[in-house]
């Protein structure tokens, strides 16, 4: 459901691809061998993401109308 998958090697890259189907609001962590990837959204009023050192993110949403991007290691917030 949180859509956390490696995109590179070792986690270096990671792909955040939520899929929220009837969900309203998602929240969990994913251990990477660099620390936690953590995703806490909601549908209508967006959220945050966290993404460890060493990790570059894509983040991308297909069923939601929040904008994603590409990110760096630290806490994004998302939004509409």
């Known amino acids: 459901v949180l859509g956390v998958r490696p995109a590179a090697p070792g986690y270096s890259r990671a792909e955040i ?10 929240e969990g962590r994913v251990p990477t061998p660099h620390g936690l990837v953590e995703v806490k959204l909601d549908r209508d ?11 570059t993110a894509v983040v991308r949403f297909d ?13 994004h917030p998302i939004s509409r």
């Open 17 to 26: 691809a939520p899929q929220f189907g009837n969900l309203r609001h998602l």
């Open 45 to 55: 009023a967006g959220g945050e993401v966290v993404i460890p050192d060493g990790v």
């Open 63 to 75: 069923d939601a109308p929040l904008t994603g991007g590409e990110f760096g290691p630290g806490r």
